[in-house]
Structure formats: C-alpha cells, structure tokens
C-alpha cells in the first residue's frame, strides 16, 4: 500500500525567505505526482504535475523536483510571501489510477 | 473556478435528513471522485467512477451512496448521517485512459450534521 509522508508538518518563516517542501512515498511504481494549495475551509489548487519520466517542473516561484528511484519530491518556494500562506498537498498517482496524498505541511508566512 | 463544481458550499442537516451533494465538471474528463476530508487527517478516498465503472474504499459507511448518471456529472447521496461525519466533502475529475494527466478538484462542500 502506497504511504506519502509529508515533513515538515507546519513551518513558519518570515517574508522574503526561500523554502523547501518535503514529500516522501514508499511504492516508487508511479505515474505521476503533484502538488497541491489548500487554503482554510477550501478545495485544492493544483500547483504543478511532474510525470514519472520528469525530474522538475516550474511554475514562477514554484520548482518541484522528483525523485522516483528514492521516493522523494520537493516543493521549493522562492522568495516566500504572505500570500503563500496555506497548507501544501503532495499526491501521487499509482497503482489502480488511484490518487495518495500526503499530511501536508502548512506554512504560514509572516509579514 | 476550477472546471469542478460542487454545490451546495454549505450544508447543514440533521441525522434523520437525507440530503445530497452534487458535483458538475466540463473538462471532458472520464472518472470523478469522491474524498472526504477531517479535521488532521490525510484526504480519504471515498468512490471513484471510472469509465462508467465504480470503485469504492470497502470502509466507506453505507449511509453514503454515490451515483453517477454521466460522464460530467457525480453525486454523493447521504441518509441518516453521524456527527462524525462532519467534514469537507471534495469532488474531483482526472482523465483516467491517460495515466499523465492530474486531477482538478472543486471547492468542496463542508458538511456539518448535528
């Protein structure tokens, strides 16, 4: 069974900081992962979807890399902002087309 | 908005009511989803219809009932609720023939039952 392990489980910075998101899956069997925004009381926001063949994809001040062969991607977020205050979703697509999400990790921004 | 619609955003029912919620999407996609999200807890998948087909987390209560007329449209049907199934309710849509493509949710229903 599939496990997606997201650390760390909240963070905390100032401004103007760079930072960076871990996600970790046991079943490297997968065909894609993405990550996702969540703001309070919200659906999600898809933020980048890397392919199982892709090491990184880039959106603005978003890079996610993968790392298939060890089960690890990050979400590397540049130049933070108040605004980007929200938890952050990692899933993985797998076995049975079935989506696995992670904890998240929510991040809070401080002006 | 997303392509994923869910009505209603709110909802607030008794345990004896029976209530549903529904969800739209127009992205030509072929499988929606049902996930039920608490309070710290990981997004659970409820149902999925794939191709017309469904499949269902066996831990899923029978109080709740997925129906999916077409391809664009899904609904969860809900009858005699429990408080702890108070939650946000998401819907989403992915291509399921293409393993490539992601999902897109919608903004989701938060339930509460009292």
């Known amino acids: 069974k599939q496990e997606v392990t997201q650390i760390p489980a909240a963070l905390s910075v100032p401004e103007g900081e760079n930072l960076v998101l871990n996600c970790s899956f046991t079943d490297s069997a997968i065909y894609n992962l993405q990550w996702f925004r969540q703001d309070p009381g919200k659906g999600l926001t898809s933020l980048l979807l890397i392919q199982s063949s892709q090491r990184e994809q880039t959106s603005g001040r978003l890079n996610a890399s993968l790392d298939k062969s060890s089960g690890r991607s990050t979400l590397y977020i540049a130049a933070s902002q108040p605004g980007d205050s929200a938890t952050y979703l990692c899933?993985?697509?797998?076995?049975?087309?079935?989506?696995?999400f992670g904890g998240g990790t929510r991040l809070m921004v401080k002006p | 908005e997303t392509g994923v619609t869910q009505t209603p955003r709110h909802l607030v029912m008794g345990m004896t009511n029976k209530k549903s919620l529904k969800c739209e999407q127009h992205?030509?996609?072929?499988?929606m989803y049902w996930y039920k999200q608490s309070a710290k807890k990981p997004l659970e998948l409820m149902f999925v219809y794939s191709l017309e087909e469904r499949v269902e987390n066996n831990s899923v209560p029978s109080r709740f009932s997925p129906e999916c007329p077409n391809s664009s449209h899904l609904f969860l049907h809900l009858h005699t609720l429990q408080p702890e199934d108070s939650a946000l309710y998401l819907c989403?849509?992915?291509?399921?023939?293409?393993?490539?493509?992601?999902?897109?949710f919608g903004s989701g229903t938060r339930l509460t039952v009292v």
């Open positions: 992205l030509g996609h072929n499988a």
């Open positions: 899933a993985v697509r797998g076995r049975g087309n079935m989506l696995t």
């Open positions: 989403a849509s992915s291509q399921d023939s293409g393993q490539n493509y992601g999902y897109t």
